[in-house]
C-alpha cells in the first residue's frame, strides 16, 4: 500500500506557478524567406514611389532601397532588407529583359509576364 502525502503551501504555490508560465510573445514580424506575387506587388509599389532617388547624383543605390525596405515593412507583415530588395529587383529587371528580348525576336512565341 502506498500512502501520498499532501504536499505543503509552498510546494502547491511553486507548482502551480510553473504550470502557468508561457513563453513571452513578440509581434516582431517575420523575415521573408520567399517572395509571393503580393511582396512583390508591394517592392514594385515601394520602388516606383521611390524611383526619383534615384536619379539623384549623391544617392547610392543602397540607401534608396533601405528607404525601399522601411515602406515594404511598413505596409507588411514581414521584413525585410534593402540587400534583399535591391537583389529581388535586380532578378525581376533581368527576367523583365530576357522576356522583351524573346518577344523583340522575330519568329519566337510570345511569353507573357505576370508583373508587366
Known sequence: MVLSVPAGPEQSTAAASQANISPVKTSEPTVLTHWDDNDVKLLIDGYSKHKHFFKKGRTTNKVVF???????????????????????????????????DNNLATGRERRDWKFF
Open 66 to 100: 533601405e528607404q525601399v525596405a522601411k515602406y515594404f515593412n511598413a505596409n507588411s507583415s514581414v521584413s525585410v532588407i534593402g540587400d534583399q530588395c535591391q537583389h529581388k529587383w535586380g532578378k525581376l529587371e533581368q527576367y523583365f529583359k530576357s522576356v522583351e
